[in-house]
């Protein structure tokens, strides 16, 4: 009998991967840093909205911000679950209109998300860190690529956006401290459908 070639337990396409080792990679510098560095770092590379109310506080951090705070996490556990959401809707979005394209409309989504965020709340000096909008940008590039088979999943989006409100409102379990960027999350979430719309026709979706 001939032997089978089997797939690979962990198979994540190359842009998707190499996101992930970015995040992971910056995690771990920033966490190698004493508490004033690491401080220091989430204040410039972090997405701060009264850094674009204040005029005189406009810097290169206002240009790189949108798209640096993607890759700052708080801690292990925000880490990890931003990663396994990001390995499992970036995957599927890759192999369905490639790399290139996928990473464009991460980094497009996470900007989206950090501007959602800035129009509710224009004068915070909270840091926005993480790549859940981004991530919640491929979640929505996954319903539009489903296409008629996408009902189900669009019962568990609506589920997902009630409970981003939820925690918005409330805090994560646990952390009187932490807080969850819900705008952010829905903002990076309608800019995937909008994009999707764009980079991929409506021919596909």
């Not at 979005?93 to 224009?122: D, K, W």
């Not at 409970?163 to 918005?168: D, E, K, S, V, W």
């Not at 952390?175 to 979430?189: I, M």
């Amino acid at each position: 009998m001939k032997g089978r070639t089997s797939e690979p337990a962990i198979n994540v396409p190359p842009f998707t991967l190499a996101l992930i080792a970015a995040n992971v990679l910056a995690f771990v510098v920033l966490e190698l840093q004493s508490d004033e560095t690491r401080w220091a770092i989430v204040t410039t590379f972090g997405f701060l909205p009264g850094r674009y109310s204040d005029t005189a506080a406009f810097s290169i951090a206002a240009f790189i911000g949108p798209f640096s705070y993607q890759f700052i996490h708080g801690d292990w556990t925000h880490l990890l679950v931003n990663m396994a959401s990001l390995a499992a809707f970036g995957s599927g979005v890759e192999r369905q209109i490639g790399g290139g394209t996928t990473l464009s409309v991460y980094l497009l989504c996470g900007a989206i998300a950090a501007a959602a965020h800035f129009a509710v709340y224009p004068q915070s000096v909270d840091p926005v860190i993480g790549a859940s909008g981004a991530i919640s940008g491929l979640m929505a590039g996954v319903l539009r690529l489903l296409g008629p088979h996408r009902a189900g999943l669009i019962r568990i989006a609506i589920i997902w956006g009630i409970a981003m409100l939820a925690l918005g409102i409330a805090g994560m379990p646990g952390g009187e401290a932490v807080q969850v960027a819900w705008v952010a999350h829905l903002g990076g979430f309608v800019g995937g459908l909008i994009l999707f719309r764009v980079f991929v026709g409506p021919g596909q979706t």
